[in-house]
């Protein structure tokens, strides 16, 4: 069987949640957000996970998840770090957080020699992502710069309870990324949604628009390429107390480059994640109705 693995990027806080929501309990038998994401991802035929945290989390992360995840499938650990930094480089004084989804890929980068996927901890993505993703990745070459990303429909991924940030994405005939435009205070309106990212300032975009929830279908030779990428930010913006080097970004510079090209593939399943405390009930009525439909079993593992 073919190696190929699932990154879940699950270091950070919810700042606006108020906690540590990767690991609140979501499910009819108390199950998390990571545990569907990671049931999908098996079935879709994914054979190990790495799991990016705090090191300070590592205990509470194993006895909530970790440790039963590693009775089904191959499990491995990465830790991002503020000071994980390349040589010639340090943190600036007064800066607190690490660097970005781009550096905490990175934090695997030795870890990582397969086909791989990549996605947020927090969110719920639904099964056919998961199997279109792994597909992709299996049938290209481990060689290629050939990658591929989950294109959610807008008007599936908005928030009931505030506005959301969301990548726009561009795709040309082929289905292949052109761009992906962080668009800012996004909220339905009726039969669309409008963003607001300046103040009284309504800027209509069509709900059925192609987003981009960070969920990706890498080869291992993107990771030298972030490298590259990480250098190239810190001396631009390694200074800045709040700056992140945030893997949609790197992605899209290299496809203005030439270097990589990135296939949109399309699902419509419904996403869902805690980004306010309120969105909390949601998802657990969410997946109490995924599983009164029969789409997972009542206890997942």
Not at 95 to 105: D, I, L, N
Not at 205 to 218: A, E, H, K, R, Y
Not at 270 to 296: A, C, P, R
Request: charged residues 30%.
């Amino acid at each position: 069987m073919e190696k190929t693995t699932l990154v879940i990027m699950a270091a950070g806080l919810g700042s606006r949640y108020g906690g540590i929501k990767q690991l609140e309990p979501v499910g009819v038998s108390g199950e998390i957000i990571m545990d569907y994401s990671i049931y999908d991802a098996i079935k879709a035929g994914f054979n190990k996970i790495i799991f990016i945290i705090r090191k300070d989390l590592e205990k509470d992360f194993k006895e909530v998840i970790g440790n039963r995840i590693a009775e089904k499938v191959e499990v491995e650990y990465a830790f991002q770090e503020i000071a994980d930094l390349p040589e010639g480089f340090k943190v600036p004084e007064g800066r607190t957080k690490p660097w970005g989804t781009g550096q905490a890929v990175l934090s695997c980068k030795d870890m990582i020699k397969e086909p791989f996927a990549v996605i947020n901890a927090d969110d719920y993505y639904g099964s056919e992502a998961f199997v279109k993703i792994h597909d992709y990745l299996v049938q290209a070459d481990v060689q290629s710069s050939d990658y591929c990303m989950a294109g959610f429909v807008l008007g599936n991924t908005l928030s009931e309870n505030g506005t959301v940030t969301r990548g726009v994405c561009q795709a040309d005939k082929d289905g292949y990324l052109i761009d992906i435009k962080e668009t800012r205070s996004i909220e339905r309106k009726g039969n669309s949604a409008v963003s607001r990212e300046k103040e009284g300032e309504e800027v209509l975009i069509d709900l059925n628009s192609p987003v981009s929830m960070n969920m990706w279908g890498f080869m291992p030779g993107l990771l030298p390429r972030l490298e590259t990428g990480f250098v190239s930010f810190l001396k631009t913006e390694g200074e800045e107390l709040k700056s992140e080097y945030l893997l949609p970004e790197e992605v899209g510079r290299l496809i203005k480059r030439g270097e990589v090209s990135v296939k949109v593939l399309s699902t419509n399943d419904k996403w869902f994640g805690v980004t306010y405390k309120e969105d909390k009930q949601t998802v657990m009525d969410s997946i109490s109705e995924l599983v009164k439909k029969g789409l997972y079993p009542e206890k997942l593992y």
